[in-house]
């Protein structure tokens, strides 16, 4: 099977300091390829690059050398549209749920943002609303909440609910479950195995939890001092 997501030989290097700049190798020429219907597990120490890998394959940052390959082409290539068309076919789903949501809208105004930025009439939105809710098993009645009155759990439900209503290709999960306890992890990785079955979509999964990558993955990678190397 086909590639969907590639990063080929790609590095990161982060500068710090102000005046005197020191660099910072976090990523080097690492490669990897996700593709439809499958999980790749990523592991590593905490600031092994994990989230830093994850954020460049969705196009939030830039590599410093190498490059991102979306279905054969280099997204630093692509035009306009063809980068925004990528830019919704790879979601990334943070560690924090309900810090990605904005504190002060509720949940209904969260999934109508993004209901409104592609363009679905607003005589649907209701309709894809309550729809979007089932497909991550969430009540109506959580609408009219904000992300700190609702659980963790929920929190990244509706996170997931959010990148799905752009019917993505790939998910990046950066710590899906770490947050949650083990019962709500169970039930949240039960629903991303049930979506990819239905959607075929292909996950990277970020975590630093053996048992859930077990649980997710075909196959598993650990990042350490920024080399990938496959795990056994």
């Known amino acids: ?22 660099q910072r190798r976090v990523l080097a020429n690492v490669s990897l390829e996700l593709e439809e219907g ?15 890998l994850g954020k460049i394959l969705a196009g939030l940052e830039k590599p410093s050398a190498g490059s991102v390959i979306y279905q054969g082409k280099d997204i630093s290539r692509l035009c306009a549209k063809e980068f925004l068309e990528f ?11 309900e810090g990605s949501l904005n504190p002060r809208k509720s949940i209904e105004r969260s999934i109508h943002d993004v209901l409104s930025l ?8 209701k309709e894809r609303t309550l729809d979007i809710l089932e497909t991550v098993g969430l009540s109506e ?14 929190n990244q439900r ?15 999960l950066d710590e899906p479950t770490s947050a ?24 990277l999964l970020i975590s630093h939890q053996p048992e859930v990558v077990r649980f997710m993955a075909q196959e598993v990678f650990v990042l350490n001092n920024g080399c990938l190397t496959k795990s056994n």
Request: glycine share 8%; charged share 20%.
């Open 38 to 52: 499958r999980t790749i597990g990523l592991m590593g120490n905490s600031g092994s690059g994990k989230t830093t």
């Open 141 to 154: 009645e959580l609408l009219c909440r904000n992300p700190c009155q609702i659980s963790g759990g929920q």
């Open 158 to 172: 509706v996170a997931l609910a959010r990148a799905l209503l752009l019917n993505p290709k790939v998910v990046i």
């Open 118 to 125: 592609i363009k679905i009439p607003k005589r649907e939105w």
């Open 180 to 203: 949650l306890d083990i019962s709500v992890q169970a039930q949240v990785l039960n629903l991303l195995k049930n979506l990819q079955k239905n959607r075929g979509l292909g996950y």
């Open 87 to 97: 830019r919704r076919a790879v979601q990334m789903v943070f560690q924090d749920p």
């Open 1 to 22: 099977m086909l590639a969907i997501l590639k990063a080929a030989q790609v590095s990161k290097i982060h500068e710090q300091g102000l005046i005197f700049k020191k």
